[in-house]
Nanobody
């Protein structure tokens, strides 16, 4: 079975870059029709889609976050990453990595457990 695990610092200072890694086991991030996705949930709010990197390496980001977001991958390690620059306290959230499969790209059957990231000075 596919497993995903988020990792990275739990505390980031304002104006810095939030960097997270999702390590995938039980399946390849290059397998056709898989979309490797980052979502987040601020406290007391719903899920917010951040973006994905597709099996092909192509990326797509939320318009509201595009200017600050970069998703990349390391296929040799079966990992994909999130970098969110110029963070503010509004970026405080639980961050999840997840897998979608075409055509239900935004129906995520596999999730990481989530990791809390707090933006504070």
């Amino acid at each position: 079975q596919v497993q995903l695990q988020e990792s990275g610092p739990g505390l980031v200072k304002p104006s810095q870059t939030l960097s997270l890694i999702c390590t995938v086991s039980g399946g390849s991030i290059t397998t056709t029709d898989y979309y490797w996705t980052w979502v987040r949930q601020p406290p007391g709010k719903g899920l917010e889609w951040i973006g994905y990197i597709a099996y092909s390496g192509g990326t797509y980001y939320s318009p509201s976050l595009k200017s600050r977001t970069s998703i990349s991958r390391d296929t040799s390690k079966n990992q994909f990453t999130l970098q969110l620059s110029s963070v503010t306290p509004e970026d405080t959230a639980v961050y999840y990595c997840a897998r979608g499969v075409f055509p239900t790209i935004n129906t995520w059957s596999y999730w990481g457990q989530g990791t809390q990231v707090t933006v504070s000075s």
